[in-house]
């Protein structure tokens, strides 16, 4: 059971260049995160979606943006490096809460490692 | 809005040392509280979690205890090992809509033999 999955481990990008953080999940849950985590910080919510088509921004959303075209993939998108986007992402996903769970366990990815020089 | 503070680290005990680690946290309704744990190079994982008021949470050793009147899920263990060497975070979800997690700063613990 692969879980979340994050691609890739590692990277450094140059000022300005763009990429793309892949999280991909073969669980089937609905709702899907992505966090930063810098040093001696907790995790800052990015972006979160509810579902397929549905995005929403969390805290700190400047400078990225998302997709969700189906309910397995939730790329984040950097369009333009900059030093401060230098950290530790996370991507989350957990279930829809049912009548029996309330509140639903999330289950988080093995991070990227962006670097920005 | 939400927020979790959690005692600063980093913290370094001795094996089978006693373990507490302090969480508080401010939030509207009634959130549900998590202690999440990062080993080395790997994503969070859950490690206990409460959804409401005077439950407990237990997992591997660890218990915390979601008190309403202090706002509070402090994280303890009886015993620690040296495997137990990790970040420890604390977090609330909100019950309602996209259940965002908010976290605190997380807590460095080291345990020497």
């Known amino acids: 059971n692969a879980g979340v999955t994050q691609t890739p481990k590692f990277r450094i990008l140059k000022i300005g260049q763009s990429m793309t953080l892949q999280c991909t999940q073969d669980?089937?849950?609905?709702?899907m995160y992505w966090y930063r985590q810098d040093p001696g910080m907790g995790l800052k919510l990015i972006y979160y979606?509810?579902?397929?088509?549905?995005?929403d921004k969390g805290e700190v959303p400047n400078g990225y943006n998302v997709s969700r075209s189906t309910t397995e993939d939730f790329p984040l998108r950097l369009e333009l490096a900059a030093p401060s986007q230098t950290s530790v992402y996370f991507c989350?996903?957990?279930?829809?809460?049912?009548?029996?769970?309330?509140?639903?366990?999330?289950?988080f990815g093995q991070g990227t490692r962006l670097t920005v020089v | 809005g939400n927020s979790v503070t959690q005692m600063e680290g980093p913290v370094t005990l001795s094996e089978e040392a006693f373990l507490t680690i302090n969480c508080t946290y401010t939030?509207?309704?009634?959130?549900?509280l998590f202690w999440y744990v990062q080993y080395p190079g790997e994503g969070l994982q859950l490690l206990l979690k409460a959804t409401k008021a005077d439950d407990k949470g237990s997992n591997k050793g660890f218990e915390a205890t979601y008190r309403k009147e202090t706002t509070s899920f402090h994280l303890e263990k009886g015993s620690v090992q040296v495997s137990d060497s990790a970040v420890y975070f604390c977090a609330l979800s909100e019950v309602q809509g996209a259940q965002k997690l908010v976290f605190g700063q997380g807590t460095r613990l080291t345990i020497n033999p």
């Open positions: 669980m089937n849950h609905n709702y």
């Open positions: 989350a996903s957990r279930p829809k809460p049912g009548q029996a769970t309330m509140n639903t366990e999330a289950f």
């Open positions: 979606s509810v579902g397929a088509g549905i995005t």
């Open positions: 939030a509207t309704g009634y959130p549900s």
